[in-house]
T-cell receptor, first 114, second 114 residues
Framework: GAVVSQHPSRVICKSGTSVKIECRSLDFQATTMFWYRQFPKQSLMLMATSNEGSKATYEQGVEKDKFLINHASLTLSTLTVTSAHPEDSSFYIC??????????FGPGTRLTVL | GENVEQHPSTLSVQEGDSAVIKCTYSDSASNYFPWYKQELGKGPQLIIDIRSNVGEKKDQRIAVTLNKTAKHFSLHITETQPEDSAVYFCAETDSGGGADGLTFGKGTHLIIQP
């Protein structure tokens, strides 16, 4: 149980284009999902908290107009990186909270912006 | 959470020996402390967690201890095996405090020498 999937696993795009990443909880409903970013050989940094049916809460320094988050159902949250630039290249990982405070992570999406 | 310090950054042990990774935190409101294992190119995998009302928790070869007074918690892996080689992250959050995203330590690269 507690499986979280992400799609795509890898994406390469041109600078200036937008990319959508999906995060799904496969065997449980998640009222809250989280988006993290991880640069090479670094730790995970929380970008935003996504609550089903309401606006996402962004961490300080994360541009909400650049990283659009939609949590339209209890099993799906999407992150759209708009007008991507090479500095947005990173490993994006979502997590879903099952019960209480336990967070289960997806396999991550490797974004490369050329 | 505010800040989490994790030591050591790299740990090399002989197969069969024990490994200990330590973390300290600064937010006295923190009450949930998970540990994750991350293999190269994959998302973090929850291996054990502990809540502030418990001082120790064990699951087979893995144990976690928490000292709330000193604000530190540790991961103990006994009888290490080659498949234990990975990067381990500690994390913390103030669950129920409204900011439930995890704050991660910088990670420990555990190397099991055969």
């Amino acid at each position: 149980g507690a499986v979280v999937s992400q799609h795509p696993s890898r994406v390469i795009c041109k600078s200036g284009t937008s990319v959508k990443i999906e995060c799904r909880s496969l065997d449980f409903q998640a009222t809250t999902m989280f988006w993290y970013r991880q640069f090479p050989k670094q730790s995970l940094m929380l970008m935003a908290t996504s609550n089903e049916g309401s606006k996402a809460t962004y961490e300080q320094g994360v541009e909400k107009d650049k990283f659009l988050i939609n949590h339209a159902s209890l099993t799906l949250s999407t992150l759209t990186v708009t007008s991507a630039h090479p500095e947005d290249s990173s490993f994006y990982i979502c997590s879903a909270r099952q019960v209480a405070d336990t967070q289960y992570f997806g396999p991550g999406t490797r974004l490369t912006v050329l | 959470g505010e800040n989490v310090e994790q030591h050591p950054s790299t740990l090399s042990v002989q197969e069969g020996d024990s490994a200990v990774i330590k973390c300290t935190y600064s937010d006295s409101a923190s009450n949930y402390f998970p540990w994750y294992k991350q293999e190269l190119g994959k998302g973090p995998q929850l291996i054990i967690d502990i809540r502030s009302n418990v001082g120790e928790k064990k699951d087979q070869r893995i144990a976690v201890t928490l000292n709330k007074t000193a604000k530190h918690f540790s991961l103990h892996i006994t009888e290490t095996q080659p498949e234990d080689s990975a990067v381990y992250f500690c994390a913390e959050t103030d669950s129920g405090g409204g900011a439930d995203g995890l704050t991660f330590g910088k990670g420990t690269h555990l190397i099991i020498q055969p």
